[in-house]
């Protein structure tokens, strides 16, 4: 079925809006009307949502029509930026084939993560929230995210004001008061003051030459069967890993010094030069080659791609690059 949009929901326009409630009546006061609105506007509404979202709305909105899809969100939130790709490329999918689609999506940011590194995951998912603003645009489409008040500090809900154009509400969707251009918002968060890295670490190594990058895919190859992973997602480590690493002795010219170290059931590898050459803030959130791809950034793209979390800390006389693989999260087959 192809609808037909009104004046108001232009092909052109990409709405990003946030719904922040503290019970699920809240939630469903106004994805409810938002639904009913989406089902006539929208080819179809994909739903990846929690259980307790998902039944309510499935009682009181049926599958509207046929328009409505569900997904289940441990499926689609793998690593963050499969994630971040993966709804990409469904919207630019929908988009080749003349559809205009909604997504309405419950992050899954806690599920299989060590309690202290949540902070840095949450944050992580925050700058793709941001960037999605750029990358989803072309498609004429629409993303809804959902978060839950009694599972996020203050600081993450003005994170979440500050990213989606849009705040939906009982009444519908309203602009945003403290919505950033994702320029801005990654700008004012470049420097993410990355914890000390633990005084024993299991590998420390300092290349001062490309020659040394195998010696380095051995090391940690070794190390990450050693530590459980599967040949698949160790591989994805390694080549994420070596990928930062030439970056730095590419690009900074200096010797880069690559620890890793396990906390909890995290691997965590990190990379630091002695350059101190300034990071753009968008570097490694837009596919090589695209539209606003800063030049250079592919290494950290792929690396995106293949870690959960990748932070980056750059200052006068040290550039530093944390990669971040949870076990549960590394092991999670794609949708």
Not at 80 to 108: M, S
Not at 315 to 323: I, K, Y
Request: net charge negative; charged share 20%; glycine share 10%.
């Amino acid at each position: 079925m192809t609808v037909q949009h009104s004046d108001h929901l232009r092909a052109d326009v990409f709405v990003h809006s946030a719904l922040i409630f503290g019970t699920t009546g809240e939630a469903a006061a106004a994805l409810i009307p938002e639904l009913r609105r989406s089902a006539i506007a929208y080819d179809e509404v994909l739903l990846v949502v929690g259980e307790p979202i998902r039944a309510l709305l499935a009682e009181r909105v049926g599958d509207l029509g046929g328009v409505l899809r569900s997904g289940d969100p441990a499926a689609f939130y793998q690593r963050l930026g499969f994630a971040y790709e993966g709804f990409r490329r469904y919207l630019a999918e929908q988009a080749d084939a003349g559809r205009r689609v909604h997504v309405i999506a419950e992050p899954e940011l806690a599920d299989g993560l060590d309690d202290g590194l949540r902070d840095d995951r949450t944050t992580a998912f925050l700058a793709y929230e941001a960037i999605c603003n750029e990358t989803y645009a072309p498609y004429g489409s629409a993303v809804t995210c959902l978060w839950d008040s009694r599972h996020h500090p203050a600081t993450v809900l003005d994170g979440v004001r500050s990213t989606h154009s849009h705040l939906l509400t009982p009444a519908g969707s309203r602009p945003s008061a403290q919505y950033m251009a994702p320029d801005a918002y990654l700008a004012g968060r470049r420097h993410e003051s990355l914890a000390a890295v633990p005084r024993d670490v299991d590998h420390d190594h300092t290349l001062t030459g490309v020659a040394q990058l195998s010696a380095l895919r051995s090391a940690l190859t070794g190390w990450a069967a050693g530590q459980g992973f599967a040949e698949e997602p160790a591989d994805d480590l390694v080549v994420a890993v070596v990928e930062i690493a030439s970056n730095g002795l590419r690009h900074a010219g200096t010797p880069v010094r690559v620890r890793a170290w396990r906390r909890g059931d995290t691997l965590v590898v990190q990379c630091d030069d002695s350059a101190g050459m300034p990071v753009p803030a968008t570097a490694g959130y837009h596919r090589p080659g695209a539209t606003g791809a800063v030049p250079g950034g592919r290494g950290l793209w792929l690396a995106r791609q293949l870690a959960d979390i990748v932070l980056v800390d750059s200052a006068a006389g040290r550039t530093s690059v944390r990669l971040h693989f949870p076990y549960a999260v590394m092991h999670r087959r794609p949708a």
